[in-house]
């Protein structure tokens, strides 16, 4: 770690991260259509990432960034030197190991997720790291509209603590267990019984101050070795990093949801789920999981063609986001990319399947 980075006054930091799966440790990731290990996967949230920090430098002129992998060699994408672009946007490059793998058929979908708990982990180690420094730590497909300082000011009021909650009903089955069945493992792991549902919030952002990060991972040290005994035996567990979020969150008594007026989860694809609505341009934070390969992609080429500088970038880039990724509103040519996509990853799925079960028979 350079020291460089805390000469500054402010300790803000916004985050994110990328954990590359190893060939024979990949789990499933349905947005992007193609096998975690592989290179075109990859690629896809390298892309995301360089369009996250741009998103966020336009914006966050104050904020340190800080971005936490496993991989030791930053790659060349499109031609485009990854390492060199974040050196240019001031990005400073944590690196730390994925310590927290699940063993085989743990749980099928997102399990680097739990690379989030490595951050922690390295937060907490990391002494050059003030006690009242605040971490926003997002998924890479989020993109900025505003400044964040309006997020740390509100977490500074609420403990060091915000987060974004999703409304599921009790029976809705969120990655595997419902909010009831994770009522029941709270009660569990407690020794009594939990009167009311608990509160599922979204693995996609976490901003906590540092005390609170070094509490919350110490606590998940003694939960991990409690769930892969739990998986041994066939009980119910924690299949993602959000729900042992959301049981870390609980049993610290923080307050949920407050990040709920800043961000949010934002389905855009017609095909399947499209939750879009004229309100989000208010927001701080888009959350976009289904453009990955699209308007993320779109913005990412617009970002190559501004040399990934801030400067360059148009006075209306608000206006450029929400066309490239269609919101409030599709285009025609947008309708017909979904849609193409959506059927060309179908296809593709259906031919993998094929393969491996012709290749087991």
Same mark, same amino acid.
């Given at each position: %770690? ?117 951050? %922690? ?16 730590? &997002? ?5 900025? &509209? ?35 069945? %994770? ?23 976490? &901003? ?7 509490? %919350? ?145």
């Amino acid at each position: %770690m350079q020291n460089s980075i805390f000469e500054h006054m402010n300790t803000n930091y916004v985050c994110t991260w990328f954990c590359a799966d190893e060939v024979g440790e990949e789990s499933n990731f349905p947005q992007t259509g193609e096998l975690s290990s592989s290179r075109k996967h990859q690629e896809i949230y390298w892309r995301c990432i360089l369009s996250f920090y741009m998103t966020s430098k336009c914006f966050n002129t104050d904020e340190q960034h800080l971005f936490f992998t496993n991989v030791s060699n930053l790659p060349v994408v499109d031609g485009i030197s990854v390492a060199a672009v974040l050196e240019n946007l001031q990005v400073q490059v944590c690196h730390t190991d994925f310590k927290f793998k699940t063993p085989q058929g743990y749980y099928g979908s997102w399990q680097n997720q739990f690379y989030e708990f490595s951050i %922690m982990e390295y937060i907490s180690n990391e002494t050059l790291f003030p006690e009242n420094a605040n971490f926003l730590i &997002l998924d890479s497909d989020c993109i900025f &509209l505003k400044a964040a300082d309006p997020l740390f000011q509100s977490a500074n009021r609420n403990g060091g603590f915000l987060s974004y909650t999703l409304e599921y009903a009790p029976d809705h089955i969120i990655n595997g267990i419902t909010r009831e069945e %994770m009522r029941v493992i709270y009660g569990q792991l407690s020794g009594t019984d939990q009167p009311s549902l608990p509160d599922y919030h979204g693995g996609e952002f976490l &901003l906590s101050s540092k005390k609170n990060i070094v509490r %919350m991972f110490s606590q998940f040290s003694q939960l991990w070795p409690e769930m892969l005994r739990r998986n041994e035996e066939g009980k119910l567990k924690f299949n993602e990093e959000a729900h042992v979020l959301s049981y870390l969150y609980y049993r610290n008594g923080f307050s949920g949801g407050g990040a709920n007026t800043f961000i949010k989860r934002i389905w855009t694809n017609p095909v399947f789920f499209r939750n879009v609505a004229e309100a989000d341009k208010l927001l701080t934070i888009w959350h976009l999981p289904a453009e990955k390969t699209l308007g993320l992609a779109s913005l990412y080429r617009y970002f190559a063609r501004h040399q990934f500088d801030p400067r360059l970038i148009s006075k209306n880039y608000p206006e450029v986001i929400a066309q490239k990724v269609g919101i409030p509103r599709l285009s025609v040519q947008s309708y017909l990319s979904y849609y193409s996509q959506t059927y060309q990853n179908a296809l593709k799925k259906k031919v993998r399947k094929l393969v491996k079960s012709l290749n087991q028979s």
